[in-house]
């Protein structure tokens, strides 16, 4: 039951109490784990997630519970009341608001984890036991607020794994570590203050995993690693200020598997510096100063698999620098290696036995053909983003690459595949040839790869596709010919290709014809979206009978003759945004199973009797934004139509007869934007009617039997229409309803609403200007109350217990008191901008809300006792926007917010500074700041600089301002970013709308945009539709080249570095002197994660 806006658990839960093992409640609004969970003694696994619980009763909790999850609610302080669960397993409290920690006398002996991780804990308590230790075998303490761990810190402790990185821990005692001399086997001190390894570290003797990546580690003492050198299975010491290899330290860990020395300042590897590293595995150099490798670097690892030396600087390759791991690498990383063009050959060919090779961002211009055929066990090869304007046939061959399956050549300057290169690969699953510029595809240019599945040549400059260019593919499912030339789809260029489910692109073309040729049985979906297609000959598709999903949206097609979609499989057809003004009758004969249609963006203006008859199973159908003005009675017969668009049409009355015969099985229906003035009680005939959108018609009197027979109806629109009715008896037939929209309906009073089960009610864009609880005597169960843009003078006085989200920005309240926000105790959502008349603002008149999670806010720096900082504190908020008044930001927000800050926005048309100091305090986990549509002309130095140190990562948003010059010292001060990297910014940059130019002040952000690619997002290791993505966004990024007699846009992917001061400009952090006559193209970026999916890798 997870994300259903539960807010209690009470009720009668029946049988299923004696049988419930696994229960999942996360992201609700729960703020109580209810008494009768006591009873639940087969519930094993309990998950709670990002709800409001503040406190946990011992006499609720299910007794033989093994997993609870508390993450991300409202705790104060760790629960004592979980010591009595004698099965508990893996428990789960990160993200509350924990300020200390006292572990319990835990009755359980089977503690595999305590995780109380992102809580603000500054100190530990001593546990006080009986004759026992607690055993715990790992214990989360990450991201918290330690600064020292004291003498004895886990005295009575017994644990594996210690987690204690992102705290802000300097000082660790001798004795931090008392009594786990002997047990602990994980310690991980990452992100950090430390500035050499602490001597309790050294005193532990199994230690296997230690990571103390990203502190200030200068120098590594001989003995650190010493009592448990021959233990030690993985090291972290990466983003220190290590200078070399800490040879003398690591020599006795000769059972060492990983080793990560990234990130720091090392220059030079001397032969002999892993001479003792027998067993190593993995080792990772990226990101130091080398530029050379002597003969030999990496003698004495020879069990070797995976080295990665990108981001470095290597001018200088000995040819036997890789011997002595040459039979053992699998693995070679050197993505933005090199500070030469020469491609390392000869260094490379000792390498027989490697799998992976990774080269992207280089700079190579040619490679020979006999370049990769000394790796004959080659899986994967990325050559992406170098300057490649040709590749040598045969580069790769099926005799000698038998297991080759990935191939990247995007983003080079190819004209043509290279004969006989792409043949016979027996193993080849994925080709990617992306941003390219080939403009011809040859017969035979890929052909015989029984394996291969993805096949991209999107974004080339490809006119023509001869016949056979593609042939046997038998496995293939995905080929992408989007943004190229053509003018023509010659079919018999894949006739022979694609596996039972081929997938072709070819959108963003300027295709006028389509040649179907030979049939291509096995093509199942098509898009052929925003192309030049004007007509559809009757046998177009009569080649391709096995298609199941047809994308023609968005070309100037203006007649469908009957027969063409003569597609017995066709489950969905877009024929969005096209020329057609009218349907023959037979337009869509032979689409028995098609179930989406989309019309909408045409210019129709009739529909045939029995125009969808033969749709059998049409489920889905969008006619929205034609010039249809009435139906006929049996347009819709013979279909299954749940959901039907009619919006931004020209009715002037509802079709009803027309809906009679899918009254039984239409389920939403959208007639908004219409003419529609009146509604009668047979209107719908639509018994099963769930939703119903009526807004922006011309409907002034509403019947009280309008809605009669629409008993089922859970949302019901009728916004921007004039209303007068008697709403009582007007809802009286709605007794389910959940959602009702009434905004701009000219209502002076809220009308009294008898619908008990309403949870959402927009009365926005009216002339309301008070508010009473008898009003809403009936809607005790509301969540959502929207009030904006209405003549309110006061808060709206009425009670309203559970309600969740209340916006009433835009109205002229005066005063924000103490007693404003008494009637909405759960309340978690709240929009107070755009008051401009608010002349009082209450320091503590938000403190009730003890839930308000998501806050949309204004200043008022003329309001009597207002301060920002004051209203905000000790808030549980995770979103919050402000909108600012002032011209300059500076105090407002410091020590307002606590580390559960996931968003924040700043925004304001008088906004034009912002401090350095502002956003000095924020700290936490992953944290988007958007900083949109001020007037900000210039952002000062090291204004991020304090996040990114205090953030696990940021997330920029600096879109549509005024900023007309962008240095890299915004967010690394004055440290040079190359030797930092892009992962302080790893969730990504924004800067489209405002006006920088293509100049070298900014030429540092081309380089920026390429890395960032590779090094927070990691899209060489993407799929190819995510890779896609990705570089669809960077491809967003430009700039403005200005001469005096035109001004245009530049975009970043396509132009590189081609000036060379603009390129020393680029690598340099400190030295920006604009240089009028170079036109490098830079940047409008558009940078996220993905957020996330997530919003996890997330855009805007």
């Keep these: ?48 997630d990002n709800n409001n619980i503040e406190e946990l009763v011992e006499d609720s909790l299910p007794p033989n519970i093994h997993t609870l999850s508390l993450n991300s609610n409202l705790l104060k302080s760790f629960p004592s009341s979980l010591k009595s669960l004698r099965h508990l397993t893996w428990l789960y409290l990160r993200g509350n608001d924990f300020k200390s920690l006292e572990l319990p006398d835990f009755q359980s002996s089977n503690l595999e984890l305590v995780d109380v991780s992102e809580n603000c804990i500054e100190w530990i308590g001593t546990l006080s036991l009986t004759n026992r230790t607690l055993k715990i075998k790992d214990f989360n303490l990450d991201s918290n607020k330690l600064t020292s761990l004291t003498a004895g810190i886990f005295d009575g402790l017994e644990t594996k794994r210690i987690h204690l990185s992102s705290n802000t821990i300097k000082n660790v005692d001798d004795d931090a570590f008392r009594g786990l001399e002997d047990m602990l086997e994980y310690l991980n001190l990452e992100n950090n203050d430390l500035s050499s390894v602490p001597a309790a570290v050294s005193r532990l003797k199994k230690l296997s995993y230690l990571y103390l990546a990203n502190n200030d580690i200068r120098n590594i003492s001989g003995d650190a690693f010493y009592e448990f050198a021959e233990n030690l299975r993985a090291l972290s010491l990466a983003t220190n200020s290590l200078d070399a290899v800490p040879v003398a330290a690591v020599t006795r860990c000769q059972r060492l598997l990983h080793l990560n020395l990234g ?42 698999k995976e080295l990665s030396l990108s981001f470095n600087h290597l001018t200088e390759l000995d040819d036997d620098c890789f011997v002595g791991i040459e039979e053992s690498l699998d693995i070679l990383e050197l993505s933005f290696a090199f500070a030469t063009d020469v491609f390392p050959q000869r260094a490379l060919r000792p390498l027989s036995n490697l799998l992976w090779l990774v080269l992207d961002n280089n700079n190579f211009q040619t490679i020979e053909a006999t370049a990769f055929y000394s790796f004959q066990r080659l899986r994967y090869i990325n050559l992406e983003s170098n300057r490649l304007h040709y590749l040598p046939e045969r580069i790769f061959l099926s005799s000698v690459h038998p297991e080759l399956r990935d191939v990247k050549l995007g983003y080079n300057f190819l004209e043509a595949i290279p004969d006989f290169s792409f043949h016979n690969l027996t193993e080849l699953r994925s080709l990617d040839l992306t941003g390219n510029r080939i403009k011809i595809l040859n017969s035979d240019s890929i052909m015989d790869c029984p394996e291969l599945v993805t096949l991209s040549l999107a974004y080339n400059r490809i006119i023509k596709m001869e016949k056979n260019a593609f042939y046997g593919l038998p496995s293939l499912r995905f080929l992408h010919l989007e943004f190229n030339k053509l003018v023509m789809l010659d079919l018999d260029a894949i006739a022979e290709i694609g596996g039972p489910d081929f997938a072709l692109n070819v959108s963003y073309n300027a295709i006028s014809t389509i040649n179907s040729g030979s049939f291509t049985n096995n093509l199942t979906r098509l898009d052929l979206s925003f192309n030049n297609i004007s007509h559809l000959p009757a046998d177009t598709f009569y080649g391709t009978p096995e298609l199941k999903s047809l994308d023609l949206q968005s070309n100037f097609i203006v007649v469908l003759e009957s027969g063409t979609f003569t597609l017995r499989h066709l489950e969905t057809l877009n024929l969005r945004n096209n020329k057609i003004e009218s349907l023959r009758k037979q337009s869509f004969h032979g689409l028995e199973l098609l179930q989406q249609l989309d019309l909408s963006g045409n210019q129709i203006t009739q529909l045939s009797t029995e125009q969808f008859r033969n749709l059998k199973n049409l489920r889905i159908l969008n006619l929205s934004g034609n010039k249809i003005r009435s139906l006929p009675r049996d347009v819709f017969e013979g279909t299954k139509l749940e959901i039907l668009d009619l919006s931004k049409n020209k009715f002037t009355v509802v079709p009803s007869p027309s809906f009679l015969e899918v009254g039984y099985t239409l389920r939403d229906l959208n007639l908004a934007d ?41 949302s019901l629109n009728v916004s921007q229409n004039i209303l007068q009715a008697n709403f009582k008896e007007l809802f009286h ?119 308000l999670k998501h806050l949309r806010i204004q200043t008022w720096p003329e309001a009597d006792g207002f301060h920002l900082r004051h209203l905000l504190t000790g808030l549980p908020l995770r979103t919050v926007e402000i909108q600012v008044t002032e011209h300059l930001l500076k105090h407002q927000i410091q020590n307002a917010f606590t580390k559960q800050l996931r968003e924040l926005t700043i925004s304001g048309s008088d906004l034009e500074v912002i401090s350095s100091e502002a956003f000095s305090t924020i700290e936490g986990g992953e944290l988007i700041l958007r900083i949109r549509d ?23 948003d600096l879109r549509n301002n005024h900023i007309n010059e962008l240095s890299p010292s915004v967010i690394y001060g004055n440290l040079s970013w190359e030797s930092v990297g892009t992962n302080m910014v790893a969730g990504g940059l924004q800067v489209s709308g405002n006006p920088l130019e293509c100049d070298c002040e900014i030429a540092w952000l081309s380089l920026w945009l390429r890395r960032w690619l590779r090094e927070s997002r990691q899209i060489h290791t993407a799929s190819q539709s995510d890779a896609r993505q990705l570089r669809t966004i960077a491809g967003r990024a430009v700039c403005t080249e200005t001469t005096p007699s035109y001004s245009s846009d530049k975009v970043l992917l396509t132009l590189g570095t081609p000036h060379t001061a603009c390129q020393a400009s680029a690598l340099s952090s400190g030295n920006y002197e604009r240089l009028a006559t170079t036109w490098l193209a830079i940047v409008d970026i558009i940078l996220l994660t993905i957020i996330a999916p997530t919003e996890s890798f997330i855009l805007y």
């Design 1 to 48: 039951m997870h994300s259903n806006h539960l807010t209690s658990l009470d009720g009668d839960w029946g049988h299923s109490k004696d049988a419930l093992t696994n229960a999942f409640f996360g992201d609700n609004s729960i703020i109580e784990i209810p008494k009768i969970f006591n009873t639940f003694e087969s519930l094993a696994w309990l998950n709670l």
């Design 934 to 956: 001020t007037r900000v002309r210039r952002l000062q130095s090291d204004m991020f600089l304090s996040l990114t140190k205090r953030l696990s990562q940021l997330t920029l």
């Design 733 to 851: 037939y709605l007794p389910g309803l959940r959602q009702l929209y009434l905004a701009n309906c000219g209502l002076r009073d809220i009308p009294l609403l008898p619908l008990t089960n309403l949870n959402v009610l927009d009365l926005s864009f009216n002339h309301i200007h008070s508010t009473s609880d008898k009003q809403f005597q009936y809607l005790k169960d509301l969540k959502i109350l929207w009030l904006v843009n209405d003549s309110l003078t006061s808060m709206p006085n009425v009670k309203l217990s559970l309600l969740r989200e209340l916006d009433v920005s835009g109205n002229p309240i005066e005063e924000l008191t103490k007693e404003s926000f008494l009637g909405y105790p759960r309340l978690e959502k709240l929009n107070l901008r755009n008051l401009n008349k608010t002349r009082s603002v209450d320091k503590d008149c938000l403190r009730v809300l003890k839930y």
């Design 263 to 304: 990130y720091n300042k090392i220059s030079h590897i001397q032969p002999g510096d892993f001479e003792w590293a027998e067993d190593l595995e993995i080792l990772l150099l990226r990101n130091n100063i080398l530029t050379k490798l002597k003969d030999e670097t990496f003698k004495g690892a020879r069990k070797l």
């Design 674 to 714: 219409n003419f529609v003035d009146h509604l009668d009680s047979t209107a719908f005939p639509t018994s099963q009617l769930v939703s119903l959108n009526l807004a922006h018609n011309r409907l002034t009197i509403l019947p009280d039997n309008s809605f009669v027979s629409l008993g089922k109806l859970l």
